[in-house]
């Protein structure tokens, strides 16, 4: 069973495996009226998580659930806290709507930031339409399954001095410190990415966002887990200095095959768990 449906901004594909995959930051679309606010439209989408969606192309064949937004997560971001609370408190990293990129540079021009009412419309619009999808997709994969993996999908760049020092691992794992899910799912996807030649972490600098946090109830049989795959592992990366004639890197097909590999045999492992979690309840 697989069934698409797909707004002007909003992408549902339902299927029938215990996996969910969710994509809230591959969006570049922006509305006319907050693009006229920015200073500049390349900044606007340097933090995109540029050709996600071409590198997970394969779930479908899966039968795993998508549910993702073309809207840029400058308008809004789908992988925060709605009441403004900071995933990583003391350190750096961007709002609900985000006013600077994750290098720091001023999104908006002087005295046209979003204000109190126009996060709240924005929240509306697009925040709370695209949660309502991702937990309508959990409610009903878990009629289906005794057990899921709802897996949020990431990249960023290699090298962010404001995010975090050095080169981040390719594989950066989240699961909350362990609350978002079973140990047991944690150590599936770990064991495929050391059987891999990229290098991985678990609970780095990313341990999951908004989605990791308030879906994850493994006790419900909800297993909620972050992929944040810094670029180089599937992109031409340029260096810590891009601009706009280089960035983002064109999509490679050939480049991303190593990388699409490993992701599938993540997302197989996904299954497995929940498959064999379902098994043990019965």
């Known amino acids: 069973m697989t069934d698409e449906v797909e707004g002007a901004w909003l992408t549902v594909h339902r299927a029938a495996a215990p996996l969910l995959l969710c994509m809230p930051h591959t969006g570049t679309d922006i509305p006319p009226a907050i693009e006229a606010q920015l200073s500049s439209p390349w900044l606007a989408r340097k933090d995109t998580d540029w050709w996600i969606e071409r590198l997970y192309a394969f779930a479908p064949a899966l039968r795993a659930s ?93 090298q962010i001095p404001r995010l975090f020092g050095g080169l981040l691992p390719i594989f950066n794992i989240g699961n909350f410190g362990g609350a978002s899910c079973d140990a ?25 966002g908004y989605t990791t946090r308030c879906y994850g109830r493994p006790l419900d049989g909800v297993h909620a887990v972050q992929m944040e795959i810094a670029c180089r592992g ?14 983002p890197s064109p999509w490679d097909d050939a480049f991303a095959a190593p990388m699409r590999a490993v992701l599938e045999r993540v997302l197989r492992a996904c299954i497995a768990f929940a498959s064999e979690a379902a098994a043990q309840k019965r």
């Open 234 to 247: 599937y992109l031409h990366e340029p260096g810590a200095e891009v601009d706009a004639a280089n960035w």
């Open 66 to 158: 998508v549910v993702r937004t073309a809207v840029s997560r400058t308008v809004i971001d789908a992988n925060r806290d709605p009441s403004g609370t900071s995933l990583y408190p003391g350190q750096a990293t961007t709002a609900l709507c985000p006013t600077t990129t994750f290098d720091g540079e001023a999104l908006y021009r002087a005295g046209s930031a979003p204000s109190a009412e126009q996060i709240s419309a924005r929240r509306r619009e697009f925040f709370e339409p695209y949660h309502a999808a991702v937990r309508a997709e959990i409610a009903r994969l878990r009629t289906l399954h005794p057990a899921i993996v709802v897996y949020d999908c990431h990249s960023i760049r290699s």
């Open 184 to 208: 047991q799912l944690t150590h599936a996807i770990e064991e495929v990415c050391a059987h891999s030649s990229f290098t991985r972490v678990i609970n780095g600098r990313f341990q999951g």
